[in-house]
């Protein structure tokens, strides 16, 4: 059983940074595409940011490119998803998910992923 565990998300001013953490266990970690997706209220579950197995590629929404850095650390079987110059438009839920088989084309795909977490609510208000 594999299971994601998000961590991190608050209330925060617009402006601030925020980093979220995903704690994976079970399974495979060093092997699994990761991503991280989040959910508005009133709105679909949209693709934020996901990296491949080794972290060496990721791909960004163009909402969040440059403020937002995806990364892991296979030795913690941990992604992280460092969020700067946050906007009152980055408030959702945030969720992690994980692929086991990570096709490069696919990787903004909700269905891509296999596994996903419960979600940390991050919210940005003055």
């Known amino acids: 059983q594999v299971n994601l565990v998000e961590s991190g998300g608050g209330l925060v001013q617009p402006g601030d940074s925020l980093t979220l953490s995903c704690v994976v266990f079970?399974?495979?970690?060093?092997?699994?595409?990761m991503g991280w997706f989040r959910q508005a209220p009133g709105k679909e579950r949209e693709f934020v940011a996901a990296c491949s197995w080794n972290g060496m590629s990721t791909k960004y929404a163009d909402s969040v490119k440059g403020r937002f850095t995806i990364s892991r650390d296979n030795t913690k079987n941990t992604v992280y998803l460092q969020m700067n110059s946050l906007k009152s438009e980055d408030t959702a839920v945030y969720y992690c998910?994980?692929?086991?088989?990570?096709?490069?084309?696919?990787?903004?795909?909700?269905?891509?992923?296999?596994?996903w977490g419960q979600g940390t609510q991050v919210t940005v208000s003055s």
């Open positions: 079970g399974g495979k970690f060093g092997t699994y595409a």
């Open positions: 998910a994980a692929d086991r088989v990570w096709t490069i084309a696919r990787m903004s795909e909700e269905d891509e992923y296999d596994y």
